[in-house]
């Protein structure tokens, strides 16, 4: 369990750096006719993102060959970073996966700083997860999805830096963008493996 957690705190502690980064932005959110998919060969999902993301793979602490693979885009309205790490061991007892994601949220929460504000259980197919709603250091809010797959921890993150001054349909834009990102995972192929 401690390897999951690792992998969670330091996805949670990439993205708030990430955006806190200069970046130049991509096309905005709402523009359906700039996303696209991404989907690595072999990796056995498949996804949409309003642009071209960057790809980062780092190994996970403590777990010798054991990569964590980001894929991160920064739009003007929306942070979005999708990763995946696959683990040695397969895991599909229910109750073992519930226990690793309660895991993974308690240290990603103690290492960050964030503060929980939601959270309920989620399903893809058949696979266990949970959705996350997060209020970050510095303002910035996240709805984060994870799920596992026989031996492999999917992450989706939307970050969000709120405005007092965004208009109604500026908020309805960004939520449509938030909901196609997370709609349009999927999984392809025998995944885990």
Request: proline share 6%; net charge negative.
């Given at each position: ?28 959110a709402g ?108 303002g910035l809010?996240?709805?984060?999805h994870a ?47």
């Amino acid at each position: 369990m401690k390897k999951f957690s690792s992998a969670l705190v330091f996805l949670l502690l990439s993205f708030v750096t990430v955006l806190a980064q200069e970046h130049s932005t991509s096309p905005a959110a709402g523009d359906d006719g700039n996303w696209i998919s991404v989907a690595p060969a072999n990796a056995g999902f498949n996804l949409r993102m309003p642009g071209k993301p960057t790809v980062r793979v780092d190994p996970v602490e403590g777990s010798p060959g054991v990569e964590n693979h980001m894929f991160m885009l920064e739009t003007p309205a929306v942070g979005y970073v999708f990763s995946y790490v696959q683990f040695p061991a397969d895991v599909t007892d229910a109750a073992s996966i519930k226990g690793m994601l309660d895991a993974g949220r308690e240290g990603a929460l103690a290492t960050s700083g964030a503060k929980l504000k939601g959270e309920r259980e989620i399903r893809l197919n058949e696979h266990y997860g949970r959705e996350w709603l997060l209020e970050l250091p510095g303002g910035l809010t996240a709805t984060n999805h994870a799920f596992w797959v026989r031996r492999r921890l999917y992450q989706l993150v939307v970050v969000l830096a709120p405005s007092a001054d965004e208009t109604p349909e500026a908020i309805r834009i960004r939520q449509e963008s938030t909901n196609k990102f997370f709609r349009s995972f999927s999984l392809v192929g025998d995944v885990g493996n």
